[in-house]
């Protein structure tokens, strides 16, 4: 072969790699592109049909991660129950290691009992139970992890900030098959279990905080999904222990699912 002929060669093989390269990026942005759209997809999907149903009744169970003045990593657990019937009516207990309670909304007052203090606290809240989540996170600095996935709309507060989604492909929680959805944030990311089919509801939801050392993770893990549930009379009115007394929202910090002096990490 001539000189000339191998200069050709490497030409045309420098050609076909150049090619290839151009190819594989191409073919990665399309598909980190369409990962993108069936992520929100999916997630939009969940919101409309959660956000439907008008009474629904889950039992869970969550591990929050937190990390010690010494940077070490403990896991406390919970377990709880939610009954929702919209727009205004909420119950809901958390059970832990350190604080057993209960919040009742009957959409003009909302309650919370710390059966473990034998006290509770009140406060006027007219409207629906959407607007109770933004009351108490505004206004008395409490954030529920994991109440976005009962919202109305979910699907808007939830991609909030949201920089990069992803849908990483199935996965199975409980023996139930889910899709599997990856999301960022500035400080936060977060990842959750679509059930597939005709019921997509959420099965798992992890928050991982960015802001924090160490990167503590809040997980939530629902089951006993029922969308037809009767609720009782009595299940959004609150009724506390004749001997338990009444305080204000600043006894709260006293109902945390993890001990003081533990440092947390940023909560959805």
Known sequence: MTSVAVCRARTIGRSFAVMGLVLMTMLSIAFAARAEDDAGKILKAMSDYVGKQKSISVAFDT???VITPEIQKIQFASSGTVLLNRPNKLHATRTGGYADVELVFDGKTVSVLGKNMNAYVQADAPGTVDQLVDLLRNEYSIDMPGADLFLSNSYDEMMDGVLDAKHIGQGVVEGVECEHLAFRTLDTDWQIWVETGDHPIPRKY????????????YTITIRDWKTDAKAGADAFTFKPPADAKKGDFAALSDIDEVPPGIVKGDMK
């Open 206 to 217: 992890v928050i991982t905080s960015k802001s924090t050392a160490a990167a503590p993770q």
């Open 63 to 65: 591990d929050i991660e």
